[in-house]
């Protein structure tokens, strides 16, 4: 199997297959297509199905040209029916692992599509799970599913490994095409196979791990180590605020140091569906062992407390002139986790603009990237537009999203106060009005 499938990388008469068609999965499925490998994406969205086979694109690190290309030359088609595993030798699982409500993983998706591959995939099969997830998803749920629903053999029939996505919306630089890879696979032959896969379509290097639960802790690190850090720029910045110092210009000297510091910025809280979501996954498994992630959990929840500390800050700027936040018009500018993209996953920005409503605060926001976001089932519409009547009716501006194409300047012209959680109006020279986090 192993001679068999290395001579088909090469050859690239590998099918692929890719479940999820989202921020990881049609990225990764439009360069399998890109490198020459027929591909079809799985979603049980059907219209995600119907705008890829239609060409239109709609995530933001794809091409849009390139999507269409693709499609008219038949590498890339998209359906809801599973039954089309069975045409397939390299199936990529991207779907969601988000938390319950009661903080904890949700693998549902993973299972559910993992049990409908299972019922098609043939012998020769590649299997990765890219989701991210705790330490022991592939070897003790995914394994046994796919042993139990085709009847096969992993390593003698087919290879199953994980390699997590390592997708950042917005990066100009690392796209999924050049950022290197991690693959941990059961056994030595389907390691050496699944990473042959990936090096045939990604310039990125390919790093080899000794098992799928190396890869699985591989990826909680990357982002708990950034939690940890976040948390640690955000409890400085409530103990400065107290202290009357910028931390923002501590960070800029600190970084100045060419060795053993990397800068790390507060802000209203995480976002993304990674970063807040991922240290979650570490403290449920840990607690299967008796262990207690304390120094995670403590980070965890400062970030969380993040969005309440910013309503309690702009409060207090309004109460400055004479004004209670209950009754006050606060427009949010920023609704996207990060700046310059158009995903609103886990953004710090929502519960703000929550909180701010439940302490009686007439909210609007604006995001030149979103239009509207759903929330619980509610769809909440944004201002079309703004300008420098809109922007004087109310009473205080909060920036929670630092998008570079907003016109700061026109903004602190016309507020009557700004509250910048991302020090995004850092080059703003006059600033009698800004105050930030």
């Not at 309440?308 to 700027?317: D, F, G, L, N, T």
């Not at 509610?378 to 703004?386: A, W």
Request: glycine share 8%; proline share 4%; charged share 25%.
């Amino acid at each position: 199997m192993k001679t068999q499938l290395l001579e088909k990388i090469k050859l690239k008469k590998i099918k692929v297959g890719v479940v999820g068609l989202g921020y990881v999965g049609l990225p990764l499925a439009v360069e399998k297509a890109k490198a020459g490998f027929k591909t079809i994406g799985f979603d049980i969205q059907s219209q995600k199905v119907d705008m890829v086979n239609a060409g239109h694109n709609y995530i933001g690190d794809v091409v849009d040209k390139d999507l269409k290309k693709i499609v008219e030359t038949k590498m890339l088609t998209a359906t809801t029916d599973f039954s089309f595993v069975k045409d397939v030798d390299f199936v990529a699982i991207c779907v969601p692992t988000p938390l319950d409500e009661h903080q904890q993983p949700d693998i549902s998706y993973v299972k559910n599509s993992t049990i409908e591959i299972a019922k098609y995939m043939k012998s020769g099969t590649m299997v990765v799970l890219e989701s991210t997830t705790y330490p022991g998803t592939t070897e003790e749920l995914i394994k046994p599913l796919l042993e139990e629903g085709s009847g096969l053999k992993c390593g003698k029939d087919f290879y199953l490994g994980f390699s997590p996505e390592r997708v950042d919306p917005g990066n100009a630089v690392f796209k999924t095409k050049n950022t290197p890879k991690v693959v941990g696979a059961i056994g030595k032959d389907a390691t050496e196979v699944i990473s042959a896969m990936y090096r045939a379509v990604l310039e990125g290097d390919v790093h080899e791990v000794s098992s799928p639960a190396v890869a699985e802790m591989e990826k909680i690190l990357e982002n708990t180590y950034r939690n940890i850090n976040i948390g640690l720029v955000n409890e400085l910045a409530i103990l400065c605020d107290k202290m009357g110092i910028s931390l923002w210009e501590v960070i800029d000297a600190a970084k100045t140091k060419p060795y053993g510091f990397q800068a790390f910025y507060p802000g209203p809280g995480l976002g993304g569906h990674c970063i807040p979501l991922d240290p979650y996954y570490l403290s449920w498994k840990a607690r299967e062992f008796g262990f207690h992630t304390s120094m995670i959990e403590s980070s965890m929840m400062i970030n969380d407390k993040m969005p309440e500390y910013c309503v309690e800050r702009a409060s207090k700027i309004l109460n400055r002139d004479k004004k209670a936040l209950n009754g006050s018009r606060v427009l949010v500018l920023g609704v996207a986790y990060k700046q310059d993209i158009d995903d609103y996953r886990e953004s710090p920005a929502i519960p703000v603009i929550q909180i701010l409503e439940k302490n009686g605060a007439e909210v609007e926001f604006y995001d030149p990237y979103i239009s509207e976001y759903k929330e619980k089932g509610i769809v909440r519409k944004g201002l079309e537009r703004i300008d420098e009547k809109i922007i004087q009716e109310y009473d205080l501006v909060m920036i929670t999203c630092g998008h570079t194409c907003l016109d700061y300047d026109m903004i602190q012209r016309n507020a009557k106060a700004i509250f910048d959680t991302k020090n995004a109006m850092k080059d703003v020279l006059e600033r009698g009005n800004i105050e930030v986090l």
